[in-house]
């Protein structure tokens, strides 16, 4: 692409052709080129409750439009923020009115770690409420990604095949456990262990989708197409009668991160 703008730069100079026409082909341009991501910054939200901020970067979906993904996959220590009410004091209606899960009767981090880790063994019915809980508390319009928009920012986020050890944790690499969020290499996007770590949970027209694979997948086995629906074995060590709708006895693989529709009307970047 430079090299596109040096060549047209110089082609504009030849024929006495103002700056503004330059500017307007460049614009014209990025608008034209397919797949590629909004120039927009993307920003960064604080929740109140947690120490930390999440940040969203910009992809492109499939009608053209720009939409905001978070770089990490949710961690424990902002689910529990969620799960365990500790933002009562700067709770809204609309964070009021989501429906929590049940507290976990066991530890659900597995002893994997805790703070700064993917938060695990939610159902997916668990992380569309905390998605929603995020989007209450931040002002954006958080939710799960849907399948295709998940392909379609992993497709965007050019992790490369024979390097895929520097971006992501499989069972070559994982003695048999999650790591904390952000410490392989960013992808294109700016996102982090978006193949690997934990599996990430999206929308699908018919059915709840896990996706990318995780620390229990070999590296030829994760990827942009890597896609599981959930079954029964995913909780069938679960003693309780009926069985949890919100955690997973067997699913120590399951995380997730979440899209926004929209940025917040006064961002951090």
Request: proline fraction near 6%; glycine fraction near 8%.
């Amino acid at each position: 692409m430079k090299y596109a703008h040096s060549n047209a730069f110089r082609a504009a100079r030849a024929l006495g052709v103002s700056l503004l026409a330059l500017a307007a082909f460049f614009s014209a341009a990025a608008q034209d080129a397919p797949g590629t991501p909004s120039a927009s910054k993307g920003f960064k939200v604080a929740i109140p409750g947690w120490t930390g901020e999440l940040a969203f970067v910009p992809f492109t979906a499939g009608d053209g439009s720009t939409k905001y993904v978070s770089t990490m996959e949710i961690p424990w220590d902002l689910f529990d923020v969620f799960v365990f009410s500790l933002d009562e004091k700067s709770a809204t209606d609309a964070s009021k009115a989501v429906t929590k899960p049940t507290k976990p009767y066991v530890a659900a981090d597995r002893g994997f770690g805790h703070a700064g880790y993917p938060a695990i063994s939610l159902s997916h019915k668990n992380a569309t409420q905390c998605a929603q809980w995020i989007g209450a508390k931040a002002s954006i319009a958080a939710r799960l990604p849907t399948d295709a928009e998940w392909q379609l920012l992993c497709a965007q986020a050019k992790i490369p095949n024979d390097a895929l050890a520097d971006y992501a944790w499989t069972v070559e690499n994982s003695p048999d456990t999650t790591h904390k969020c952000g410490k392989k290499k960013a992808d294109a996007l700016g996102c982090f262990d978006l193949l690997g770590n934990a599996g990430e949970w999206v929308n699908d027209a018919e059915h709840a989708r896990l996706m990318g694979g995780s620390f229990q997948d070999t590296r030829s086995s994760v990827g942009c197409a890597s896609m599981l629906t959930p079954t029964e074995d995913w909780n069938a060590s679960d003693p309780q009668f009926p069985k949890s709708v919100w955690w997973l006895a067997d699913g120590p693989f399951c995380g997730f991160r979440v899209v926004s529709d929209t940025a917040p009307k006064s961002t951090k970047h």
